[in-house]
């Protein structure tokens, strides 16, 4: 469960900035001092790629921004970066608060265990700022994925093997994620069909072009919707 998940990072943290694990006969670092993380994701970004645990992720991720490398990455990375704009996030905060507040009237006097309610305002407050919608059925899929996403995760930390054979935890697995695609395709088809208004993340993948000037597929739909709502949460 995420007991052992977060004991493992603890415990690298604790031994230092940079820990070398093995999995088979694969090196695994892990990376939890500030200046390390800021060299691999910024100033010599270049001279890595993504680590072997993500390719066991792409029946997930597909070619998404997280499991991508190169100018796929970077012309992806440019396209939907005007979604993270501060002008864009003006609402955010205000938008957020609002549903806490909500959140937090229906929480009876006394002592209580709020974590559902969080995830469900998390979840609520993603789908409205980056697709426009918190249509509950979509809400749920979304649920329903990130929960069958971690429990692969686990399946892939209790069994090293699975990063070299993923196909047993895809699945095993899937099903959710799959669901969650055809209702994310639907929503962004729909945005197709109307004019850009909102400006938001489901608005770029919409109406933007690839790297060779036509329209996204829906594979590449496909694939930058679900990592930014299951990498995201």
């Keep these: 469960g995420n007991g052992k998940l977060f004991e493992f990072f603890e415990m690298c943290e604790a031994m230092g900035p940079l820990v070398r694990a093995r999995i088979f006969h694969k090196s695994l670092y892990v990376i939890t001092g500030p200046d390390l993380i800021e060299e691999v994701l910024l100033t010599k970004a270049k001279s890595f790629r993504k680590p072997l645990g993500l390719r066991a992720l792409r029946w997930v991720f597909g070619t998404g921004l997280l499991t991508s490398n190169g100018e ?84 892939l930390l209790d069994n090293p093997w699975y990063y070299l054979l993923p196909s047993p935890v895809e699945k095993r697995f899937a099903e959710p994620v799959r669901q ?37 597929r829906d594979a590449a739909l496909r694939d930058e919707a679900v990592t930014m709502i299951l990498a995201g949460h």
Excluded: N
Excluded at 102 to 116: F, K, N, S, T, Y
Excluded at 142 to 149: G, H, I, L, P, T
Excluded at 195 to 208: E, N, W
């Design 72 to 155: 796929l990455w970077r012309h992806r990375r440019k396209l939907v970066q005007p979604a993270f704009h501060p002008r864009r996030q003006a609402g955010y905060a205000e938008e957020l608060t609002g549903r806490v507040h909500r959140m937090l009237g229906r929480v009876e006097p006394g002592q209580a265990d709020i974590h559902e309610q969080v995830v469900s305002v998390c979840l609520e407050q993603l789908m409205s700022q980056f697709f426009g919608s918190t249509e509950p059925g979509l809400v749920r899929a979304v649920r329903d994925a990130a929960s069958s996403c971690h429990y692969a995760t686990q399946a």
């Design 180 to 216: 969650l695609e055809r209702r994310l395709l639907t929503l962004l088809g729909e945005r197709r069909q109307s004019t850009p208004s909102r400006g938001d993340f489901a608005d770029l993948l919409a109406h933007g072009t690839d790297q060779d000037g036509c329209p996204m």
